[in-house]
């Protein structure tokens, strides 16, 4: 079984936990530029349309009564620490995703310890961090992360083993991974609004829809996804991804979300004495298509400033001419043991 654990509005909730008075109201987490973008929205803020990624000067224009807190980087990385603790202590494998966000194996488990598994785990992250966490139970990763963002916030959803296929037949196309919003639109030209309609189709109507990933979409519509959760130690790259709540268009929108994740991959290097010689950035638009670039450092670094300002230097490059984004990660690989002097170029 394997379980989708991501906390709920991470940021903002670190900051409402913080501050009683900044509970129960709308709230960003973003800096204070115009040219600033929100990290993070309370859920208090999303009624009125705010959401990651969006300019702050239109959040405040949507919201007028939205409050701004400053991102406080140290108070997240510290958070993240304890959750991570608690669900390493209770999974065979932990896939870190994010600072907020992993896939856990739990093992050859029933559905009913699988749940049992959860529910201890958004126990003690609530006491270790005064946090709430929302939970997914599948067989696979994709069925495993939609179940925890429809349990949102605070949610615990089981698919049972073998129901995958039923829990997805009714639900928009657009759940499906794979589906980006151009896709979602020629489907619907031809009448396909639910994934059990995919899941259907033939393979001549596959290929013609999506091409060579046909077969995996269809695979992916009927519940299977054979997908392991991988730990970090036992690949030579680590990355870090956020999928926007709405396709971003601003390559400076991206910007501190690129530094951030730069900063949460430094600390992970560190964590194991490693350290990085390529950096590289992904950006997946809206059609699902990915481009990319990778630049290699002069030498290894574990440092965030200079593996930020590789990311940065990768994203401008990625996203000329990219149009619509909707995911964007950056990633670290050729890890080497720590030791060699670091300096702040790359090449």
């Known amino acids: ?28 987490v973003s800096g204070s530029s115009r040219r600033a973008v929100v990290l993070t929205a309370s859920y208090e803020a999303r009624p009125y349309g705010v959401h990651s990624a969006l300019p702050l000067y239109m959040a405040l224009e949507r919201c007028p009564e939205l409050i701004v807190v400053r991102p406080e980087f140290e108070k997240y990385r510290a958070a993240s620490k304890a959750v991570f603790a608690v ?36 126990s003690e992250v609530r006491a270790a961090t005064s946090l709430t966490i929302s939970i997914g139970v599948a067989a696979g990763k994709m069925v495993a992360k939609i179940a925890s963002d429809e349990g949102k ?12 296929r039923e829990y997805l037949s009714k639900k928009p196309v657009g759940r499906l991974w794979g589906v980006g919003p151009k896709t979602q639109a020629r489907l619907h030209e031809r009448g396909i609004e639910r994934i059990e309609q995919i899941a259907a189709l033939s393979d001549e109507q596959l290929a013609e829809m999506f091409g060579r990933w046909g077969a995996g979409v269809r695979d992916l519509a009927r519940g299977i996804d054979d997908r392991p959760v991988v730990h970090d130690d036992s690949v030579r790259s680590i990355s870090s991804e956020e999928t926007f709540e709405r396709d971003v268009t601003d390559v400076r929108a991206m910007i501190p979300i690129v530094r951030e994740q730069a900063r949460e991959l430094s600390e992970r290097l560190r964590k194991r004495s490693l350290c990085a010689y390529t950096v590289a950035v992904k950006i997946k638009l809206a059609d699902f298509s990915v481009a990319g670039r990778q630049t290699s450092l002069v030498q290894p670094t574990d440092d965030p400033r200079v593996i930020g300002g590789a990311a940065v230097f990768c994203l401008k490059k990625a ?26 170029l790359f090449g």
């Open 1 to 28: 079984m394997i379980l989708h654990a991501d906390l709920d509005a991470f940021y903002a909730a670190v900051a409402q936990r913080d501050d009683p008075s900044l509970r129960g109201k709308p709230i960003v």
């Open 319 to 344: 996203a000329i001419g990219a149009g619509a984004v909707r995911l964007v990660g950056v990633r670290v690989a050729a890890r080497v043991a720590r030791g060699a002097k670091q300096i702040s």
């Open 153 to 164: 916030p605070d949610g615990l959803t089981a698919v049972p083993t073998g129901a995958e």
């Open 87 to 122: 669900l390493r202590a209770h999974a065979k494998t932990v896939e870190g995703l994010s600072l907020d966000e992993a896939f856990l194996d739990v093992g050859d488990v029933t559905l009913d310890q699988a749940i049992a598994v959860g529910r201890q785990i958004k």
